[in-house]
């Protein structure tokens, strides 16, 4: 008993002190310093060369590039210059075997850098970008990420302006289409292939705002091309944004439709009130022309018609016809005005020859005695003419020339017909073109 007693206590002893060898040895190890050891390892001088591409699949093949972006935001879509701004988290991931590493039993997840220019970078471009920049407040918005199976992740933000083709012919109720290429500068298929991450490659953030678009849907797809020099693998994302008609309808259909009708409003005055009616006439045609030119100002000139530009040109050539109305008017009154003082100088030389005539009678047969006629004949003659009018139907009016003879005057008449003609005719205009352009073919639109 004496003798166990002792051989416990030792083996207790022994456990204790091995327990705290293998706690000194783990606070001892400093992970930081591992990965410096393991990136001098693995990136050192004669053990990698940034300049050679990494093998493909078992040795063998193009180097495999996934690809995934995030939209963070889409700034600006600018229709006179055709293009649009976007801020996006670029990612791109491959394997470069040369990179493996020991991971430390597990503890170890992957290595991080900063520095591009240490590994092999993919050659990729935006076949698109008008002008593009990197962020670098506070610190580069780069990193690269080795994993121990020798996965690289590159990950940067980035601002780049694209170039954006657009089809006006249906502004403002158009659809565009904006799209980001991506592709290899130098390297061809044989060499190097991009393709889209499996499972959701492009993101977009929740809480995107457009002032004038709205985004609809986004589409990945390929776009591989072939030169001279060979085949170079490309990657497309298109963006389908739809234009938001409030805005247009508050800012420039309604106004429009506002001034064709007030231009509406000189039918109904005076024909002789001429200074209201040409100034208000005038009034709405400059109005109309300068609305016209400021709508212009802000689209690109372009060799087609544009959906706005059947708008604006039929409002202004019934704000003109309005003001021609007047024209005629003022000419057919003037023409009345002729025609009454005609009328009334006739009957009055009229009356003056039949004075003259009856002066001269008298004189002539000053003595001569005039007796009353028998008015048996005249009384046939009056029965006769009962008989005829009996006999003849009375003409039938036409309700529209009934209704046009009660204003005696053809200016007047012209006014009144102006005022039904020109609202009928601006509805059914407004009636073909939003059944053209609201309800078109989805082909059409295309």
């Known amino acids: 008993m004496d003798i166990s007693r002792p051989s416990c206590s030792l083996l207790i002893l022994l456990a204790l002190y091995i327990l705290q060898l293998a706690g000194c040895m783990n606070a001892k190890i400093n992970f930081r310093e591992k990965e410096k050891q393991i990136l001098d390892q693995i990136l050192g001088p004669g053990r990698y060369d940034a300049r050679i591409r990494p093998s493909g699949i078992n040795g063998t093949g193009p180097a495999i590039v996934n690809i995934n972006l995030f939209v963070r935001s889409i700034t600006t879509i600018s229709d006179i210059k055709m293009e649009y701004s976007v801020q996006l988290t670029f990612r791109e991931q491959w394997l470069d075997e040369r990179l493996k590493f020991n991971n430390l039993g597990g503890r170890l997840k992957y290595l991080t850098l900063t520095e591009a220019n240490r590994v092999w970078m993919p050659d990729l471009f935006f076949s698109n970008e008008k002008e593009g920049h990197f962020h670098n407040i506070i610190m580069p918005n780069v990193y690269i990420r080795i994993f121990p199976n020798g996965n690289v992740l590159y990950s940067i933000r980035i601002s780049l302006t694209l170039s954006c083709p657009m089809n006006l012919k249906l502004y403002p109720l158009d659809k565009q289409t904006c799209s980001l290429r991506m592709a290899s500068y130098g390297w061809t298929t044989d060499d190097l292939v991009f393709l889209w991450k499996e499972g959701d490659p492009v993101q977009v953030v929740k809480n995107l705002h457009l002032p004038r678009f709205t985004l609809e849907k986004f589409l990945t797809d390929y776009c591989n091309s072939k030169t001279n020099t060979g085949e170079y693998s490309c990657l497309k994302v298109d963006l389908l944004f739809k234009r938001e008609f409030s805005y247009y309808l508050i800012q420039i259909y309604i106004p429009c439709c506002m001034l064709v009708i007030v231009s509406w409003v000189s039918f109904w005055l005076d024909q002789g009130a001429v200074p209201a009616r040409v100034s208000l006439g005038v009034t709405t045609l400059l109005t109309m022309a300068t609305q016209s030119s400021g709508i212009n100002a ?149």
């Open 298 to 446: 802000s689209l690109p000139p372009v060799s087609y018609t544009k959906a706005i530009d059947v708008w604006t040109g039929v409002c202004l050539t019934f704000v003109f016809g309005a003001l021609l109305e007047f024209a005629l008017v003022n000419y057919a009154s003037r023409s009345d005005m002729h025609r009454e003082n005609m009328k009334k100088s006739r009957r009055e030389m009229e009356a003056a020859a039949s004075l003259d005539a009856a002066s001269d009678l008298l004189d002539t047969d000053s003595n001569t005695t005039f007796a009353m006629k028998p008015l048996v004949r005249g009384g046939v003659v009056d029965t006769k003419m009962r008989q005829c009018e009996i006999h003849m139907s009375p003409p039938r009016k036409n309700c529209c020339r009934l209704w046009m003879s009660k204003f005696p005057t053809r200016s007047k008449r012209i006014d009144v017909i102006s005022r039904i003609t020109f609202p009928l005719v601006f509805a059914l205009f407004n009636l073909a073109y939003w059944s053209t352009y609201l309800f078109r073919d989805e082909d059409e639109e295309k």
